[in-house]
């Protein structure tokens, strides 16, 4: 099993930036697919970004068409640790954001290939 515990959320202006961390624990964070996604109020939730385990061939990563080029996924396995670097924040990127780990290897897009979640961190994008 994995836990993981989502931290960096809070408050920004638009165009400002902020960094998510997700902490995973157990020995083999580095072979899950591991995953952003978000939930604003009112709406379901949706995928953000999401980056292969080490064993996937390039370690290779996947964006939501609303971040790209705006948000940049990365992963440290000898820290356990997952990124989401956000810069250009714009109000509609305003939601809870959760990490998730998948125990297929690839990056996938879809909620439900994710097995272990965390309990979410605000982020509030103020105009």
């Known amino acids: 099993q994995v836990q993981v515990v989502e931290s960096g959320g809070g408050l920004v202006q638009a165009g400002g930036s902020l960094r998510l961390s997700c902490t995973a624990s157990?020995?083999?964070?580095?072979?899950?697919?591991m995953g952003w996604f978000r939930q604003a109020p009112g709406k379901e939730r949706e995928f953000v970004a999401a980056?292969?385990?080490?064993?996937?061939?390039?370690?290779?990563?996947n964006y939501a068409d609303s971040v790209k080029g705006r948000f940049t996924i990365s992963r440290d396995n000898a820290k356990n640790t997952l990124y989401l670097q956000m810069n250009s924040l714009r109000p509609e990127d305003t939601a809870v954001y959760y990490c998730a780990a998948s125990g297929a290897r690839g990056p996938s897009t879809s909620a439900s290939r994710y097995d272990y979640w965390g309990q979410g961190t605000q982020v509030t994008v103020s105009s």
């Open positions: 157990g020995r083999t964070f580095s072979s899950y697919a």
């Open positions: 980056i292969s385990a080490i064993s996937w061939i390039g370690g290779s990563t």
